[in-house]
Structures are given as C-alpha cells and as structure tokens.
C-alpha cells in the first residue's frame, strides 16, 4: 500500500506570509494527488486536484506542484480565512485504493 | 446543487454492526464517471478513507478495514450505504459520504461530501 507522509503537522505563520506543505509518497503516484480544506465542524473541501489543477471557485492564492513521489501545496498570501487543516489525499491506479496524508493545522502567528 | 445527507445510528455497541445511509439529492447516484464513497474521521485526528462503490456495483475497501466493510447502493432509493461489523471503541468516528470523480483521465478525488454524522461506539 502507498503511504503518505504529509508535513508539518502544523505551522503558525503571519497573515500575508507564504505557507508551504509537502506531502511525499512512499512510491511514484504519477500526479494523482488532491489537496482538501477541512475547517473545524465542517467536511473537507477540496482545493486542488491532479497535483495542480485549481478546483472552480478556490482563491488563486492557493496552488500545488510535484510530481513522482513529491507534492508542493502554497498558500502565496495567507488570510484570516485560510486557518483550516488541509490533508493530501493520493489515488494508486493499480490498486484502486484512495489515501489521505496526516494533515496539516496552519494557524495565525 | 448535488447534495449528500448521511443518516443512521448515532450510538452502536461493542461488537454490533455500524449501519449508515448516505441519501443523494440534485443528481442520479447512476451517472456514469463517478463513485460513492465513505470516510471518517475520530476525534480530534486526521481523514481515513473506508472504501467506496462504483455504479456498476464493484468495490474497493481500506485493506484496514476491508474484512469488516460492506459497501452497497440502491439505485431505487438514489443511496448508498455502510455497515461496518464488530466494531470496537476505536470506531467512533465523524462519518462522512463523499462523491468521487473519476470522469477525468488524471486521479480520483471527492468533489462533493455530506455535512458527517458523529458515530459513538460504546455500551
């Protein structure tokens, strides 16, 4: 099975900073890896599909990158409205099986 | 507007069966380019994906959890359903139905989710 090791945790940054999370796959996952918002109480969100294809209607501040084994997500400009935890979430085409990363809580400094 | 709406027991025993309904409103649960699927998420931890159902009836579970899970639909009813058996304190989790695109050449990601249902597992 493919395991996704997603960092930090967490991270406390200013309103207006550049906030990055990595995720890395345990093996190549080509780029079939999505980016979710999950603010407390509510489902996930998703921001990002196929590594770096913005979902209609999410901000522009938000974007990923990667490839491989390796997956950028970046919040360019960090809002108010940004504090959520965001989890990857990986599709092995092989298997058929779905994996999400640990997540990440981004809070303001 | 797609919408997803989860219903079932909030509060199931140790080793009894968790059962779960996910109703499908504003769309065909048949439409071909997507499947349905279940995640939880226990307190104060991260997602973990349970498995979903093609329309076609086929499956593909969490191996975590795959002796346990039962995934099914019923298109007369535009829903899908969950039951996980024998299940312990370490089940009790926010239960979330999800809609997964897989239309598109690339990955399959959930497009659309249900506001989640608390489920407790305790005597």
């Known amino acids: 099975d493919i395991q996704m090791t997603q960092s930090p945790s967490s991270l406390s940054a200013s309103v207006g900073d550049r906030v990055t999370i990595t995720c890395q796959a345990s093996?190549?996952?080509?780029?079939?890896l999505n980016w979710y918002q999950q603010k407390p109480g509510k489902a996930p969100k998703l921001l990002i599909y196929?590594?770096?294809n913005l979902e209609t209607g999410v901000p522009s501040r938000f974007s990923g990158s990667g490839s491989g084994t390796d997956f950028t997500f970046t919040i360019s400009s960090l809002q108010p409205e940004d504090i959520a935890t965001y989890y990857c979430?990986?599709?092995?085409?092989?298997?058929?099986?779905?994996?999400f990363g640990g997540g990440t809580k981004v809070e303001i400094k | 507007q797609l919408q997803l709406q989860e219903s079932g027991s909030g509060l199931v025993k140790p080793s009894q069966t968790l059962s779960l309904t996910c109703a499908v409103s504003?769309?065909?649960?048949?439409?071909?380019?997507?499947?349905w699927s279940w995640i939880r998420q226990p307190p104060g931890k991260g997602l973990e994906w349970i498995g979903y159902?093609?329309?076609?009836?086929?499956?593909y579970y969490n191996p975590s959890l795959k002796s346990r899970v039962t995934i099914s639909v019923d298109r007369s009813k535009n829903q899908f359903s969950l039951k996980l058996s024998s299940v312990t304190a370490a089940d009790t989790a926010v239960y979330y139905c999800?809609?997964?695109?897989?239309?598109?050449?690339?990955?399959?990601?959930?497009?659309?989710w249900g506001q989640g249902t608390l489920v407790t597992v305790s005597s």
């Open positions: 999800a809609r997964v695109d897989i239309a598109a050449a690339g990955t399959y990601y959930f497009d659309y």
């Open positions: 504003g769309g065909s649960i048949s439409s071909g380019g997507y499947s």
């Open positions: 159902i093609y329309h076609s009836g086929s499956t």
């Open positions: 093996q190549d996952i080509s780029n079939y």
């Open positions: 196929d590594a770096s």
């Open positions: 979430q990986q599709y092995d085409n092989l298997s058929g099986l779905l994996t």
